[in-house]
């Protein structure tokens, strides 16, 4: 009976020890009982391990991490409860985060979709790099592809989403002047992508793919001279100091999902899964709304525009999108980075595309001869 419990807790929530300690209390309680007068037994909460965002960065900090450890306990009158680890202090290898959330190794996880462009390209369709330049272009395509996504998730994974976030704007900081995308040309730059690779490299710059913790140590190094991430995630880590230009072209997003287990979902109590799909498309529609912000707010911090208010103020050049940068995003969009996507997604991937992001994009797949 201690094990079968046990393994109910276990399955559902993730939890360890404490847990255990907890079921064996009830048991002998009830064993005890035999004997004795009945004591009065504490139903044990159910507490949730969730496995965040990207740590450090205010989608976390702001909204992820105060609702699974205050709301979700507030909101529940305290019967529910959730301790949260961002992916990338959680021990858990971004790549390996669906297969774990198949799995119910990882009951609930976020997924960054750009570190499923190798193993599994289509997932990350809505975050191609040079696909979406401002945050209207992003919410048409993602519109376009919810429903496939959840879909195949859930029939080909076993996996449930739940939510769908987004990180600010990822652009480029560059240590030395460039006015163009052209400019760019042997440029040793840090991506975070197979898609943001295919796009600089189109360029004629020098993709360097390291994790966001690195970004830093590979600018002072000298190992890049430009780096790809979120403006104000950037002026979090000081590129406004480290660096000196900034595009002002959004070249990709850093789309998340946050997902669970379906088996571990589908076991949920009844009410915490009403409570749960009640307030998680608040914190997605929040998380959103702080990303549209902070893209325009990280420009202005970076460049030291007085609507800084909760960045670090810098003197970062900005470059502007020209029509002619506009143009040449559109053209390597086309023929570089799509037929790649293309390629590594599979036979069947152009029709998906034509039937769900060129409607919303305008970039309709070439015909192969």
Request: proline letters at 6%.
């Amino acid at each position: 009976m201690v094990v079968t419990l046990f393994r109910q807790f276990d399955r559902i929530a993730g939890f360890g020890v404490g847990a255990l300690a907890l079921v064996l209390a009830f048991v002998s309680g009830n064993v005890a009982a035999v004997a004795e007068p009945p004591l009065p037994l504490t139903i044990p909460q159910l507490k949730l391990r969730i496995v965040g965002g990207l740590a450090g960065v205010h989608q976390y900090t702001k909204n992820e991490e105060p609702f699974w450890t205050r709301e979700l306990a507030r909101l529940s009158n305290g019967k529910y409860s959730a301790e949260i680890a961002p992916f990338d202090r959680a021990g858990v290898p971004g790549n390996e985060m669906l297969r774990l959330l198949e799995l119910g190794v990882v009951p609930f996880g976020t997924t960054l979709l750009s570190s499923l462009q190798n193993a599994h390209p289509r997932y990350a369709a809505i975050d191609l790099a040079g696909l979406s330049p401002d945050m209207a272009s992003l919410k048409q395509v993602v519109a376009a592809y919810r429903s496939y996504l959840e879909n195949r998730l859930r029939t080909q994974h076993n996996i449930q989403m739940l939510a769908l976030y987004v990180y600010p704007a990822q652009v480029l900081f560059c240590k030395s002047a460039f006015a163009n995308l052209t400019d760019l040309k042997g440029r040793r730059i840090r991506v975070s992508s197979t898609t943001q690779a295919d796009f600089l490299g189109a360029l004629g710059a020098i993709p360097v793919t390291t994790s966001f913790g690195q970004i830093t140590a590979n600018l002072r190094s000298g190992n890049v001279a430009c780096a790809v991430t979120g403006t104000m995630s950037g002026n979090t880590l000081g590129l406004h100091e480290l660096t000196s230009h900034i595009h002002t072209m959004a070249l990709s997003w850093g789309v998340a999902i946050f997902s669970a287990n379906k088996t571990a979902w589908d076991n949920l109590p009844p009410d915490l899964k009403a409570l749960l799909s009640n307030e998680l498309p608040k914190l997605e529609a929040a998380i959103w709304a702080e990303s549209e912000r902070e893209t325009a707010e990280g420009l202005a911090c970076n460049t030291g525009a007085a609507t800084c208010r909760n960045g670090r103020l810098g003197h970062m050049v900005p470059v502007r999108l020209t029509a002619a940068d506009m143009q040449l995003r559109k053209s390597i969009f086309a023929n570089t980075v799509l037929p790649r996507w293309l390629t590594r997604c599979g036979p069947d991937c152009a029709d998906l595309w034509r039937l769900t992001i060129a409607p919303a994009s305008g970039f309709e797949p070439k015909a192969t001869p």
